[in-house]
């Protein structure tokens, strides 16, 4: 019996020193895949990434992901800044930043706790199983060229997209919508984050 509470509490202990990489189902789709293609390689690259990336049609072309990203017992944060013109994909140069792969490193030293952090406010806040329906539904007012923020979550077994357009103007329209709440409050929690941890 002590053996087993020995084994336990040193897995547990494991477990918060590494980080908590999330569990969460699959729902890519052929387009959702066709939308990742610049930080595709995250896939191979990590055993685990989320990026957010907030797109809107007055800054179609320019792109700037911001990515946490975990592989080898290690937590990294990272950004991919790009240009999309007709022709091609140009990264943008943020000097004097240090590369890893095409990837600008941002802090290469995150504190477990720190990233802890994060993810917890994420499980609390039920992110992970936000409801696609329930993030996307349109009832009576519509809004156009708004911004559509975005999150992918990549293992190199599944990938789930978690996105919401204009979630802040649909909820002003109502009283209800829980999903797009939480989705406002995890959306705003990771730019904090990112804020206080990656700059």
């Known amino acids: 019996m002590r053996h087993s509470f020995t084994l336990l509490f040193f897995l547990f202990v494991q477990f918060k020193l590494i ?17 990742i293609l610049p930080v595709y390689s995250l896939i191979n690259d990590y055993e685990f990434s989320i990026s957010y990336l907030d797109e809107a049609y007055y800054h179609s072309g320019n792109k700037d992901y911001k990515i946490l990203a975990f592989r080898n017992n ?18 943008l140069k943020k000097e004097p930043k240090k590369l890893e792969g095409k990837y600008f490193i941002e802090n290469e030293n995150l504190k477990i706790e720190d990233v802890n952090s994060l993810l917890d406010f994420f499980s609390a806040n039920s992110f992970w199983t936000l409801s696609e329906d329930s993030l996307s539904k349109v009832e009576n007012a519509r809004i156009y060229d708004a ?19 204009a979630p802040d103007f649909y909820v002003s329209q109502s009283k209800g ?22 700059r």
């Open 19 to 35: 980080g908590q990489v999330p569990n969460f189902t699959h729902n890519y789709k052929l387009q959702d895949t066709v939308n």
């Open 74 to 91: 290690k937590w990294v944060a990272l950004s991919f800044p790009y240009y999309r013109d007709q022709n091609h994909d140009t990264i």
């Open 147 to 165: 911004t559509n923020f975005r999150f992918n979550a990549f293992t190199r077994a599944k990938q789930r997209v978690i996105q919401s357009y």
């Open 177 to 198: 919508m829980a999903d797009r709440r939480k989705f406002i409050l995890c959306r705003d929690e990771f730019l904090r984050w990112w804020q206080k941890y990656c």
